[in-house]
């Protein structure tokens, strides 16, 4: 492509993905407050894959034809569960500190990397994971008390990780279209089997909501392996910490959150962190939630 290393294209792509990322967070704590957990992901996968379904209806067979797809079965189990965490901490923790949480992943990559794929790591890599960490620890225990909510949202991150290595080897010989399509056909189903004890009738306004997650969820997917595309992944990378920037300017509008001084500095360390991690290892055009 004439394009694909068009640094500037890549940066704002990547950062408009971010963006609509932070606009789905934005969208997931409102509709927390009056939906139960499980209902907003249920309702952010069926309208993801109504919005992708004229796409896999085209395409028709083509799209789909895979040889491993155990693969996509357990991205999308392992991204099935970090939405279920991620949702979870943005309805209970301030926006930013959700977004925060589940940047998280690129500490836990190299070590799922390390065990499962057999890749060795940089040493810029090993030395991130503890820095990162003494981030991490200063969002969770700011103030002397293990704070269990923002323990869920990394887990998160721990699931997130595992979906990421996941596409690492999807890449080998699926395209990105295909995982976003995977995993919204595995994602809705599985999501649906909550619904049997949690379903609870949306309202108009719960509904539109609902969609917006979707559309900017897809979108945001969408965005995200466009901008990869258009320039080295070790160079964009960074930029996918804008989504904490828009969580925090989201918070503060709606919600009146302000940030504590302990955040911000775990902020600095985890995103220090994430890039040093990020520039010292392989880098995948992954899918975000």
């Known amino acids: 492509m004439l394009y694909r290393q068009n640094l500037l294209l890549g940066a704002i792509l990547i950062i408009a993905s971010e963006l609509m990322f932070a606009s789905m967070g934005a969208c997931v704590k409102a509709l927390s407050n009056s939906l139960p957990n499980e209902m907003a992901v249920f309702l952010r996968n069926?309208?993801?894959?109504i919005l992708l379904s004229p796409l896999i209806l085209r395409s028709r067979a083509a799209l789909l034809q895979t040889t491993i797809i155990h693969l996509h079965l357990l991205r999308a189990g392992a991204?099935?569960?970090?939405?279920?965490?991620?949702?979870?901490?943005?309805?209970?923790l301030q926006l930013a500190d959700g977004m925060l949480l589940k940047m998280t992943a690129p500490l836990f990559m190299p070590l799922i990397a390390i065990f499962w794929l057999g890749e060795m790591a940089r040493r810029l890599t090993l030395m991130a994971i503890p820095?990162?960490?003494?981030g991490v620890a200063l969002v969770l225990n700011p103030n002397g008390e293990f704070n269990w909510i923002a323990m869920i949202g990394l887990l998160g991150g721990a699931f997130a990780a595992l979906a990421k290595v996941t596409v690492r080897r999807l890449g080998q010989s699926e395209p990105s279209i295909r995982v976003?399509?995977?995993f919204a056909l595995f994602a809705t189903p599985i999501s649906a089997i909550p619904m049997l004890w949690s379903w609870q009738t949306p309202t108009p306004?719960?509904?539109?909501?609902a969609l917006l997650i979707g559309v900017f969820g897809v979108s945001g997917q969408f965005l995200l392996t466009r901008g990869y595309a258009a320039a080295s992944a070790s160079n964009v990378s960074p930029f996918t910490y804008f989504s904490v920037i828009f969580g925090a300017i989201y918070g503060y509008l709606f919600w009146g959150e302000t940030l504590s001084s302990t955040f911000i500095a775990g902020a600095i360390i985890i995103v220090v962190a994430g890039i040093m991690a990020?520039?010292?290892g392989r880098i995948d055009t992954d899918q975000e939630m």
């Open 46 to 49: 069926i309208f993801g894959l």
């Open 79 to 92: 991204g099935l569960s970090a939405m279920y965490c991620f949702f979870y901490a943005l309805g209970n």
């Open 131 to 134: 820095v990162g960490f003494m």
């Open 180 to 182: 976003i399509c995977y």
């Open 205 to 209: 306004d719960e509904l539109l909501l």
């Open 278 to 280: 990020l520039r010292g």
